[in-house]
């Protein structure tokens, strides 16, 4: 979850790390703070809150060193303050320390240390790692690096960690396990971070550290080694990334740039994949496994939240195209559930950032047993691209609002590809239906364009419900996943309770609920379910409940039965997610904003969840 950014060079280092701690505090906002070397002993600087808390908070100090740690913090252990924000100190006060993850025995490793007389200043795991570290150096007059390694391998749990000691002034100890670490190597010096986005100002070639690393890092010198103290050759890869799509561009938001961003990069999604002239879609993922997929006797998805619906998407799509069975799985029970997993069986794994932990955990579990894993995620690089047998980027770019959204239309392209690919390969789809679908699937840049080129009567609907206290949604067939992650956005931007449903389900229970205050979502687009949620649109408001709806260009009939619509061009049902999510996105967005809430970082969320 939290947010990491480390340098060692010619440069100041302050202005280097809170630079990028801002650029990464969609991974958590709770506390940030930073730990400066130089020739004059270690300074730490943490504060409750923001990035900009810090900042003002550091004014008139000596900020002044060429190496540096900094950490923005998403809570764990320990409630949000002062005393709980990173870096740590060791009790000596020559070791500093930043952490993301969690050390699952810390609390044996705390009673060992306060039996050898160790006080601890914060409520977390991290300074009882720090000074489990210092004691294995003092106890063994060791070196740093080697007190590292033995820590290392007592330690339970997920970890990235930068540590420093004001006895070698110009180097930073890194490792990882299950949470992200890259580094950035420029010119005599280097730039470690969480992602990306704070080294690619400075260098566009970086270090993806793998599990089980350890980093030794000097302005000069990378060195990279495992648990074994054997020392790895690092692959250095080339970002294709620029600093202008980790910008707002002109935007008051992330989110409301990242909503509109999406004709662009469910083009990029696109292109070069879907080739309709020819009537191919080249997926190289698909290509040199497509009898693994189309002999599988099952495909399981396992995603996270937003991911999720997409996956529930994907079940439709692939059982209807291409007639294998699928199953969508949490991937926090799926991991703990002990599932029956067959050689043959495909996991398609799916995640925004790649590094999701319960998801790799998963996966990593599921390989184990034989299973053929294909990853969809976004960020090139990740831990699950890494550990996938084969899979495919969605090209979305970076996504910096906490609420996924241009993920999720990328991640719903790449799968509508493969259901297509797979379908066709496999005769389950004929070749008209085939190019049909790819004819309509190529149209949803442009219709996307369409939906945001006008975005006043949402606006109006938002301001119009922003006091509600309760929203339904309902949808059916394709568009019930749509009216889950309806439901989901609008909790997280608006914290407006909001449940997505089954349309047909309502009749089961929460149609109890429904009077003239309680607005209900209808995801509505002609589809083969239409007269079904006709009728549904009917029993609301009977009951005198409020009816917004998401409905077809042209449709004449939901709309003259809603309270409010938001239309969307005509397409069909397989491709209609892409486009009837757009309003309900802008929905949640419109209603926060009229709620003056920060919809780029919503309390208590954090981007990316790479702790259990």
Not at 62 to 86: K, M, Q, V, Y
Not at 169 to 182: D, F, H, Q, Y
Not at 285 to 290: K, P
Not at 486 to 505: D, M, Q, R, T, V
Request: proline share 4%; aromatic share 8%; hydrophobic share 40%.
């Amino acid at each position: 979850m939290c947010g990491i950014v480390g340098y060692t060079g010619p440069r100041e280092a302050y202005p280097v790390i809170v630079k990028g701690l801002k650029r990464l505090e969609y991974r958590g906002y709770d506390s940030s703070g930073v730990a400066l070397l130089d020739g004059g002993g270690l300074n730490v600087y943490k504060k409750k809150g923001k990035v900009a808390d810090l900042e003002e908070d550091v004014i008139g100090k000596d900020l002044h060193g060429h190496i540096g740690i900094g950490h923005t913090r998403w809570a764990t252990h320990g409630e949000p303050s002062d005393r709980n924000a990173h870096p740590h100190q060791s009790k000596s006060g020559k070791l500093a320390m930043i952490h993301n993850g969690i050390i699952e025995n810390y609390a044996q490793l705390k009673r060992d240390l306060l039996s050898k007389g160790y006080t601890f200043k914060s409520d977390t795991d991290t300074e009882v790692l720090l000074n489990f570290i210092e004691d294995i150096r003092n106890n063994n007059n060791c070196t740093l690096e080697e007190a590292l390694r033995i820590a290392l391998k007592r330690i339970v749990g997920a970890y990235c960690i930068l540590l420093i000691s004001d006895d070698d002034p110009e180097t930073i100890l890194a490792a990882r396990k299950g949470s992200p670490l890259v580094i950035g190597i420029g010119k005599g010096e280097h730039f470690l971070a969480s992602d990306a986005s704070p080294i690619i100002e400075y260098t566009k070639e970086v270090v993806y550290v793998n599990d089980y690393e350890i980093a030794i890092v000097r302005p000069d010198e990378l060195i990279l080694k495992n648990l074994g103290n054997e020392k790895q050759t690092p692959f250095i890869t080339r970002l294709d990334m620029d600093l202008a799509a980790i910008e707002k561009g002109g935007y008051d938001h992330f989110m409301l740039k990242e909503i509109h961003e999406q004709p662009d990069t469910i083009f990029d999604c696109l292109r070069g994949r879907l080739l309709t002239q020819s009537g191919q879609i080249m997926m190289g993922g698909i290509e040199a496994n497509l009898d693994a997929f189309v002999n599988a006797p099952r495909i399981i998805v396992v995603a996270c939240g937003t991911s999720w619906h997409a996956g529930l998407v994907a079940e439709y799509m692939i059982e209807e195209l291409c007639r294998i069975p699928v199953e969508v799985e949490y991937a926090s029970e799926f991991r703990y559930r002990n599932p029956v997993i067959h050689k043959g069986d495909v996991i398609i794994a799916i995640s925004q950032s790649g590094e999701t932990a319960d998801t790799l955990v998963a996966l990593e579990s599921a390989k184990e047993k034989g299973a053929f894993i294909f990853g969809v995620v976004n960020a090139v690089g990740s831990s699950i691209a890494r550990l996938s047998h084969a899979g495919a980027y969605t090209h979305s770019g970076p996504e910096i609002g906490v609420a996924s959204t241009k993920a999720f239309t990328g991640q719903l392209a790449v799968l509508t590809m493969m259901a297509l690919k797979i379908g066709y390969a496999k005769g389950t789809i004929d070749k008209e239906r085939y190019l049909q679908l790819m004819t309509d699937l190529e149209t949803v840049p442009e219709k996307v364009k369409e939906i945001l080129a006008d975005t006043g009567n949402i606006q109006r609907i938002a301001e119009k419900y922003k006091d509600a206290s309760d929203f339904l949604f309902l949808g059916r067939g394709y568009n019930f996943p749509v009216a889950l992650e309806g439901a989901l956005k609008l909790k997280e931007i608006s914290y407006i309770h909001a449940e997505g449903y089954p349309a047909a389900e309502m009749k089961h229970g929460p149609i109890a609920l429904v009077d003239d205050t309680l607005p209900v979502v209808f995801v509505a687009t002609k589809d083969s379910y239409y007269e079904k949620i006709v009728s549904n649109v009917q029993e609301i408001k009977a009951r005198k409940g409020r009816v917004l709806a998401v409905a077809t260009a042209g449709d004449e009939v939901i709309p003259g039965m809603s309270d409010d619509v938001m239309l969307v061009p005509e397409a069909d049902e397989v491709i209609a997610p892409l486009l009837s999510v757009i309003p309900l996105q802008l929905l949640s967005y419109y209603v926060g904003l009229a709620k003056g809430l920060d919809v780029d970082k919503p309390r208590n969320l954090a981007k990316s969840v790479t702790v259990e």
